[in-house]
């Protein structure tokens, strides 16, 4: 036991301090993380969609055959342009041909303009210059070389960043979310740029704290529990302490469990050592959706300007089309500035997708099952609580080893699926880590509950910091005496 005491309490110092850090910026964490992009932004900086005077792959074009990876079509400069992804990514104006140059300073100004327009920001933009990594850009500026920075005089400070070889706007912040991220996502996953630049070194660095932080909790609970003595007068279980000490081993007792299920839970966040990897059925998602081919898409490409009496097909809100393959046949889907989306054939038509083509797909599996059908609410592995979902969703439960569930939204053909790995990572992180249970999804009861809860672990982390600091003191003086 007094082995134990002495470790719990010459770790309290230095992961302590770690550990009363992370809690402290929790509580700015629920309300604002790392600044990032979102498609709703992205959407919003683009042009709409002109396809008129589409489409030339030009000399770009592969064989009909070719398996078709990824793909984006949107517009840059005023021209639509062709983006595919994986190892031959490349970006071709669909109006010439022509591979994309990189940008120079004066078409990256205007790539800014626009974006800062279709996103309302009131003030104009200058350039910075090239950046080849910051605070924000830690894990994107190297993949999106060169990146540009840019500055915005507007009253929010917004800024952004664009890749100067495919001029694709990858990341905004503004001064509030910059000056909360200092006191909320910085500390909290412990991102200096300094250490978080170095990617392998980052992850050993976090794991291990992580790990020394459970074990602090864990041996702060047996602590707790075994110095617990029964009372003479009333024969209760009492501490044996008094003062801050007193406070430490009660609020300790109270919300020690939580303090070892919240470092535990933020250690299996980094996935230590492979822990919670797993197919996560991903196979049964590459059958269901198949895999298209070149051909299609120049198809498609051919119509999607207009129908045989020149009409629009898209909307005059289509910001960006992107591939949705399903059962080995290739659809697209236009994405508006409104979040809204239209799933299209390969005759460039509005084209619903039926609940009987989703039901052959998933039958094709030859994969029994246990349920199937429509989902109209949430469950515990399809829900929103900080995110929106589309609703009504196709569940399917698989009657094999894994019991893997399959989620179809209806409106796009999207795949997700969830195997067992997932199923305990969703509860293990998601669920430990920010208190995601039905039970506390809506809110402000959310909000209530941890804010409560968060306090009390704040307050164990404090305390016992403190008094392991001041009784390390007194060792010291006392050696030296």
Same mark, same amino acid.
């Given at each position: 036991m007094r082995l134990i005491l002495i470790i719990h309490r010459y770790l309290a110092v230095a992961v302590g301090l770690l550990m009363t850090l992370w809690c402290l910026s929790g509580f700015v964490m629920m309300y604002q993380s790392f600044p990032e992009l979102s498609n709703e932004q992205r959407l919003n900086g683009l042009e709409p969609l002109e396809l008129s005077a589409c489409c030339n792959l030009g000399r770009f074009a592969p064989h009909d055959d070719t398996p078709l990876g990824g793909f984006r079509i949107e517009m840059l400069l005023g021209e639509p342009v062709l983006r595919t992804g994986g190892r031959d990514a490349s970006i071709v104006k669909l109006a010439t041909g022509q591979p994309l140059t990189p940008l120079t300073e004066a078409e990256i100004l205007t790539v800014a303009d626009q974006f800062g327009s279709g996103n309302s920001v009131d003030g104009s933009p200058r350039s910075l210059g090239i950046v080849d990594i910051d605070q924000w850009t830690l894990q994107s500026a190297r993949r999106n070389a060169p990146a540009w920075h840019i500055a915005f005089d507007d009253p929010a400070a917004t800024e952004i960043y664009i890749n100067g070889s495919t001029g694709e706007v990858f990341q905004f912040t503004n001064r509030r979310q910059r000056v909360l991220s200092w006191f909320g996502?910085? #500390?909290h996953w412990t991102y200096p740029t300094i250490l978080r630049q170095n990617g392998p070194l980052w992850t050993q660095v976090v794991i291990w704290s992580s790990i020394l932080g459970t074990f602090l909790a864990a041996t702060g609970l047996y602590v707790g529990i075994s110095r617990l003595r029964r009372d003479r007068l009333n024969n209760r279980l009492a501490s #044996?302490?008094?003062? @801050?000490?007193?406070?430490?081993h009660i609020t300790g007792l109270v919300f020690g469990v939580l303090v070892l299920t919240w470092v535990f839970s933020g250690l299996m966040t980094m996935n230590p050592w492979g822990a919670l990897s797993g197919s996560g059925g991903g196979d049964y998602r590459a059958q269901i959706t198949g895999s298209a081919r070149w051909g299609e898409l120049k198809q498609l490409l051919r119509a999607i300007g207009g129908d045989a009496n020149g009409n629009r097909v898209l909307a005059d809100e289509a910001r960006q089309i992107t591939p949705a393959v399903f059962n080995n046949e290739l659809f697209l889907l236009a994405h508006n500035a409104d979040g809204s989306q239209l799933r299209l054939n390969s005759n460039? !038509?509005?084209? #619903?997708?039926?609940?009987?083509?989703?039901e052959r797909a998933v039958d094709g599996l030859g994969t029994p099952m246990q349920s199937s059908g429509l989902l109209h609410q949430e469950d515990n592995y399809y829900y929103g609580h900080k995110r929106e979902v589309t609703l009504p969703?196709?569940?399917?439960?698989?009657?094999?080893? =894994? !019991?893997?569930?399959?989620?179809?939204?209806? =409106?796009?053909?999207?795949?997700?699926?969830?195997?067992?790995?997932?199923? @305990?990572?969703? @509860?293990?992180?998601?669920?430990?880590?920010?208190?995601?249970?039905?039970?506390?999804?809506?809110?402000?009861?959310?909000?209530?509950?941890?804010?409560?809860?968060?306090?009390?672990?704040?307050?164990?982390?404090?305390t016992g910091t403190w008094m392991a600091m001041r009784r390390i003191r007194r060792d010291y003086l006392s050696l030296r005496g």
């Open positions: 996502a910085i #500390p #044996p302490y008094t003062g @801050w000490w007193y406070w430490h460039a !038509q509005a084209a #619903p997708l039926a609940l009987s083509a989703i969703v196709y569940r399917a439960i698989l009657d094999d080893d =894994e !019991q893997t569930r399959l989620y179809i939204n209806p =409106e796009t053909g999207a795949v997700r699926t969830l195997g067992s790995t997932g199923r @305990w990572s969703r @509860w293990i992180r998601t669920g430990l880590h920010d208190l995601d249970f039905p039970v506390l999804r809506l809110r402000p009861i959310w909000d209530i509950v941890v804010i409560f809860l968060l306090l009390g672990v704040t307050l164990v982390c404090v």
